[in-house]
């Protein structure tokens, strides 16, 4: 369990038409390098309880970026391999947001999780049975690939902002399978009252670890995961045994972190048998082959249109033309951007602004995918 939550301070309702997108100039979403540390910090003095993975520590964000270019190099071995992207405008070169992806969790530190089972007890005497919920702490998501850090400045909200934030890391997992896991996952906030307290470990985690949460939660942000093992029970909880409160709560997702969700829905994810073994907030997992960036992208050509002035990177106006997110070709130069248009038999058109800020040229080939799914497939 390594608390990574997917968001922290998550897009308001993402506006995603094109004439939301028109009215701001064009952002990308590229690998974080090491000049971006001021701005890092910067951001992550906004994240919130919960957002464990990404906190205002100079040195763990200065050993990440380092993780991070090691990956890119080869040079990190599996267990500690992970990538993290921000979002830069590209006029002022602010960073507005990021967002993380983890190789493989578990492999050196322990990656625990409450698993839901459901035991059945039965009397033939009495002719009385009865099936209960349990939970149980649960290493079975070892190996998984994980999508989280997401955080996104809230000033920079709408104009499907946060829509490209989180899923240019679906066309990086696309481009590169070989480098991830055949699963994924994503831990999500659960949900917490409006004193700000959780009623899950309020009645549970509290009582085994005698620390509040945000103690325990900061613990595992920096890797000291032993006591979770050490104090959690060992064998399955009843959850009729717990308040009213907590067995609400097990598996509902935090409000602020629901537009969070549905992108992450809209791509595949689905929740699943495991909860957070702090709040019970929901893991969503997903086969990487069965994500739809996987299933759905397609590599055009570039064809390159309309006037440098286009601050917001979209093609002149198509007919049909809808948002799309495009993506250039390669590793350390991953880039992704969103724009709107509409594929013409084998090319896209970009603006030059576009074609610049990813990095690319006329005939050059690039990912491109609908920014959201068809609407009968839709969440």
């Known amino acids: 369990m390594t608390r990574q939550s997917t968001m922290a301070t998550p897009p308001a309702a993402d506006t995603d038409s094109p004439d939301a997108a028109a009215t701001t100039s064009l952002r990308v979403v590229r690998l974080a390098r090491r000049g971006d540390l001021p701005a890092l910090l910067k951001l992550a003095a906004q994240a919130g309880p919960g957002m464990t993975s990404f906190k205002p520590d100079e040195a763990a964000l200065e ?65 009385v049975w009865s099936r209960m919920l349990t939970l149980s702490l649960s290493n079975d998501l070892t190996g998984y690939s994980e999508l989280c850090s997401l955080l996104l400045d809230p000033s920079w909200r709408g104009h499907g902002n946060g829509a490209l934030l989180s899923k240019a890391r ?56 032993s006591f979770v093992a050490e104090l959690m029970p060992k064998y399955p909880i009843y959850v009729d045994f717990l308040s009213p409160q907590a067995q609400a709560a097990i598996g509902v997702t935090h409000r602020d972190t629901l537009p969070a969700r549905r992108l992450l829905e809209q791509e595949g994810m689905r929740s ?100 959201k799914p068809p609407r009968a497939d839709a969440i």
């Not at 007890?121 to 009495?126: G, I, N, V, W």
């Not at 590169?176 to 549970?204: K, M």
């Not at 007919?319 to 070709?329: D, K």
């Open 63 to 127: 050993a990440r970026l380092a993780r991070v270019a090691a990956t890119l190099a080869g040079q990190a071995p599996t267990a500690e391999q992970g990538y993290l992207f921000v979002m830069e405008d590209v006029t002022s070169g602010e960073i507005a947001g990021v967002c993380g992806l983890e190789a493989a969790v578990g492999l050196e530190q322990p990656f625990y999780t409450y698993r839901k089972d459901t035991i059945v007890h039965a009397s033939r005497e009495l002719n």
């Open 170 to 225: 679906f066309l990086f997992m696309a481009q590169f399978p070989e480098r991830f896991g055949p699963h994924v996952c994503a831990e999500l906030r659960g949900f917490f009252d409006d004193n700000g307290q959780s009623p899950f470990w309020q009645s549970l985690g509290q009582h085994f670890f005698k620390i509040d949460f945000d103690q325990a939660d900061y613990l595992t942000s920096i890797g000291k995961k």
């Open 272 to 371: 699943g048998a495991h909860v957070d073994i702090f709040d019970s907030g929901p893991v969503l997992e997903a086969r990487v082959a069965d994500l739809r960036a996987a299933r759905d992208s397609r590599y055009l050509s570039v064809t390159l249109t309309g006037t440098a002035g286009q601050d917001e990177g979209a093609a002149p106006a198509v007919p049909n033309a809808e948002p799309y997110l495009v993506a250039c070709l390669g590793l350390d130069g991953f880039r992704a951007t969103l724009v709107t248009g509409r594929p013409e038999r084998r090319a896209f058109a970009l603006s030059p602004l576009a074609a610049q800020a990813l990095g690319v040229k006329q005939g050059d080939r690039i990912q491109v995918l609908p920014l």
